[in-house]
């Protein structure tokens, strides 16, 4: 991921909050190199997550593509590749 990317800090900021809300982990806690599955993120808040990110961010998601990429970062990127593509 580029950090300094506007569209990237955007993306990411979003799915913190989104992911902090849905498992009630601390902010402290989830940065870009955060992993999913070890921050608890399950398949449910994953697929309600990538919704949220496809309302916001006008792109399309496989339910499965949060588990995709391991990391926030990870994710967040591909967010962005898709919104380029557009």
């Excluded at 990411?12 to 402290?28: C, D, H, N, Q």
């Excluded at 998601?61 to 591909?78: Q, Y």
């Amino acid at each position: 991921m580029n950090a300094t990317d506007p569209r990237a800090a955007q993306v990411l900021s979003f799915l913190k909050t989104k992911v902090i809300e849905r498992i009630g982990v601390p902010a402290e806690d989830v940065t870009e190199n955060s992993v999913f599955i070890k921050l608890g993120l399950e398949s449910i808040d994953a697929v309600l997550v990538s919704g949220e990110v496809e309302d916001e961010f006008g792109v399309e998601l496989s339910p499965s593509a949060i588990f995709d990429h391991e990391t926030l970062g990870g994710f967040t990127a591909e967010v962005v590749r898709l919104m380029e593509a557009q």
